[in-house]
């Protein structure tokens, strides 16, 4: 079992800045990929940000140049700094986490609980 602990979330002000964290624990022999994603009332969820194990990025174009994603291989954490911040950017943000419990496991997906951003003055 994997477990992923989200923070940062919370109400800020259009043209504010937040900071999301991720940490993942238990079960865990290596992280691939970590990534965002959010999901607005009436919407899909949909991939914000992601990150290889090698620091290879990917964002959605929506953040492009305003949110940026990293991460600490020694913790297991995932961050997204988000500036800049749109009314439009309001969701609940899930941290996604691609893992193999073993030597050549499978690679497993874990989800987060999921934090609320508002944007709102």
């Known amino acids: 079992q994997v477990q992923l602990v989200e923070s940062g979330g919370g109400l800020v002000q259009p043209g504010g800045s937040l900071r999301l964290s991720c940490a993942a624990s238990?079960?865990?022999?290596?992280?691939?990929?970590m990534g965002w994603y959010r999901q607005a009332p009436g919407k899909q969820r949909e991939l914000v940000a992601a990150?290889?194990?090698?620091?290879?990025?990917n964002y959605a174009d929506s953040v492009k140049g305003r949110f940026l994603i990293s991460r600490d291989n020694a913790k297991n954490t995932v961050y997204l700094q988000m500036n800049s911040l749109k009314p439009e950017d309001t969701a609940v943000y899930y941290c996604?986490?691609?893992?193999?419990?073993?030597?050549?496991?499978?690679?497993?997906?874990?989800w987060g609980q999921g934090t609320q951003v508002t944007v709102s003055s």
């Open positions: 238990g079960s865990i022999f290596s992280i691939n990929a």
């Open positions: 990150i290889t194990s090698g620091g290879s990025t």
């Open positions: 996604n986490v691609a893992y193999m419990y073993r030597p050549a496991s499978p690679v497993l997906n874990a």
